[in-house]
């Protein structure tokens, strides 16, 4: 749903998942550059690279608003052909739930 033309068709759905603005949204993941070109200013809007790491950073950071403890990386679970397609992160107010999860996560 994160169109790399920076047209966000599903904004309402995309708000509603990452419990953030439009506006928001556009900083966190895409860029503009404003070239000058014979015809005058053309501005280029480009998304950032990486939008899945993106995401989970933004995860992440989300969770520690919420809980005492959060693992700083998530463990990333990839398929057969080597594709991400999950990514673990833990929460809790618990210091020694941390560890635990630390321990789990380090282990691949």
């Known amino acids: 749903m994160l169109e790399r033309n920076g047209e966000l068709k599903h904004i309402n759905k995309l708000c509603s998942f990452f419990g953030m603005t439009e506006e928001e949204i556009r900083q966190a993941f895409y860029s503009e550059n404003v070239t000058q070109t014979l015809f005058g200013e053309e501005t280029k809007i480009q998304k950032v690279q990486k939008p899945i790491r993106k995401i ?3 995860y992440i950071k989300r969770l520690q608003t919420v809980w005492k ?17 999950f990514h673990f992160a833990f929460a809790s ?12 996560i380090g282990k691949k």
Do not use: Q, W
């Open 69 to 85: 403890h959060v693992t700083p990386e998530p463990l990333i679970m990839k398929n057969t052909t080597n594709v991400e397609i």
């Open 93 to 104: 107010n618990n210091p020694a739930g941390l560890g635990i999860a630390k321990d789990i």
């Open 56 to 58: 989970t950073d933004l």
